[in-house]
């Protein structure tokens, strides 16, 4: 790929070409780029930067790293959407969705998502900077993100709230000094960072009064909205009738079937026999509770006297011990077509989540030749897949309600989740839950959007739902940017 270097240094510390243990903490380093996004050339500047997290006083207490690519030659940015991209974790770094999903470049994998050799990277074809502006942010302590003042508590950035508030203040600033407020502005989260996107639409259109377009919510958890007793139990189970379904271990009669027209079947048992069934709890007869278990069997692939033994419900852990115990072998967490070895064919949980693993192999090396090579990001900081920001303050979770009043405060807000079939961790029907749940009145359904992928929490990785999931995004984001002079109004 030719590029044409310009570098631009605003840093209290400089860079230099042997690196630095100490991350810059305002800085940016600005390369050129080419290339093809649905046969059409694409030119675009690459900013690979740091800018501060200040306290009250004005001081410097944390520098956050992020990328931010912009296609060249746009003359109206007022009306030229950006994207604000985050993965989870927490203490994930973005680089997932950045070097997988949206970004324009892509790592070496093969079309199911398995790592290659030689690592590496290479051009994505289906990239959405086409149409939008966007920015990969490591939150503290993610990638090369890091804390400046140690004497600052780690709970001004390790929690849900104290997290969403320090981050919304970077976001005003950045968009501030890229001068964005006019254009239509989303928010982007991959699992945790969907709890992140959340709040942070809350956040920032109540407290900085900056308003979205919409919020793109990836593989989401469960938003502080409760899924606890039958129903957390029960919820999962169309998750099982895909997996089993993926490794073909359904009966002939749903096995034949393609996987989007035999799962409405589980949904509907799950909604309308299973739950109620679980609340009856121990007031079930021994008939009912032998019916029970030969359905849950039939959909899940899991026998009759497993699930009996555990009082008809599977928890996710098992499930991936059990499916495939008889052939040797475990399956993913994060997704499920994955499969592992453990030392022992007995217990009953996995010994590792053999997708993760798979997934490490791949975007490690990538993401380090790609920062110094393409981006000439040079440092000799370590970057932090997966970084320290533990103990992290769960408490007082209702992003799902901030998300609410955020599109019931905001006509042009708009919801699209994104989730694949094989993810065990988020999985999609609580996804959907998440959607019936968090607008029970039903009047924001309209503005809600859902799609599927069969594949599992990182759906993009299979090659066919990268170009799907991003062509959704596409018209996602051109759907919902108003025309000209269009009324926020209901």
């Known amino acids: 790929m030719k590029k044409y270097f310009y570098t631009l240094f605003f840093a209290l510390f400089c860079l230099i070409a042997t690196g630095q243990t100490k991350l810059p903490v305002d800085s940016v380093i600005i390369t050129k780029h080419t290339t093809t996004i649905k046969g059409q050339t694409i030119q675009y500047t690459a900013h690979k930067g740091t800018q501060p997290v200040w306290d009250d006083a004005g001081n410097p ?38 070097i997988a999903y949206t970004g324009p470049t892509l790592i070496n994998i093969d079309d199911e998502g398995n790592p290659v050799q030689p690592y590496g990277f290479k051009k994505n074809p289906y990239s959405i900077l086409d149409v939008a502006d966007i920015i990969f942010i490591n939150p503290v302590n993610t990638g ?84 606890d007793g039958p129903v957390g139990a029960a919820l999962t189970l169309p998750y099982y009738a895909a997996t089993a379904w993926y490794h073909d271990k359904l009966p002939g009669n749903l096995q034949q079937k393609d996987l989007t027209d035999m799962l409405p079947e589980v949904e509907h048992f799950t909604v309308n026999e299973y739950i109620p069934a679980l609340v009856k709890g121990g007031l079930l007869t021994a008939a009912e509770k032998q019916a029970l278990a030969r359905k849950i069997s039939q959909y899940s692939g899991i026998s009759e006297k497993v699930i009996l033994q555990n009082n008809l419900q599977i928890s996710t852990n098992l499930f991936w011990k059990e499916l495939l115990r008889e052939e040797g072998y475990t399956v993913g967490r994060l997704d499920s077509r994955y499969r592992g ?49 533990h103990p992290w303050d769960r408490s007082n979770d209702r992003t799902g309600e901030s998300l609410r009043q955020a599109m019931a405060i905001n006509p042009y807000l708009h919801v699209l989740v994104q989730a694949g079939y094989y993810d065990g961790a988020c999985d999609y029907f609580s996804a959907k839950y998440n959607m019936w749940q968090m607008d029970p009145s039903g009047k924001l359904q309209d503005r809600m959007h859902y799609e599927g992928y069969r594949s599992g929490h990182m759906m993009y990785l299979r090659k066919l739902d990268l170009e799907k999931a991003n062509e959704d995004l596409r018209v996602f984001i051109q759907a919902s940017t108003p025309a000209p002079g269009t009324p926020a109004a209901f």
Do not use: C
């Open 341 to 389: 070895i453990d030392k022992r064919d007995a217990g009953e949980r996995p010994d590792y989540n053999a997708e993760l693993t798979s997934w490490l192999h791949s975007f490690t090396p990538a993401i380090n030749h790609y920062m110094r090579t393409a981006l000439n990001f040079k440092t000799d900081l370590k970057y932090n897949m997966f970084g320290p920001v």
């Open 61 to 98: 207490i944390a520098s956050l790293d992020y990328t931010y690519y912009e296609r060249d030659g746009i003359t109206d940015k007022d009306t030229r959407p950006l994207v604000i991209s985050f993965n989870g974790g927490p203490g994930s770094a973005s680089v997932w969705m950045q």
């Open 144 to 227: 090369y993100s890091r804390i400046l003042d140690e004497k600052v508590s780690r709970s001004t950035f390790f929690g849900t709230n104290a997290d969403i508030r320090y981050l919304a203040s970077w976001i005003n600033n950045f968009v501030t000094r890229q001068n964005r407020w006019p254009s239509p502005k989303y928010l982007i989260g991959e699992s945790y960072g969907t709890t992140r996107v959340s709040g942070l639409v809350h956040e920032l259109q109540n407290n900085h009064w900056m308003y979205f377009n919409g919020v793109v919510l990836v593989s989401p958890t469960d938003l502080g909205i409760k899924r």
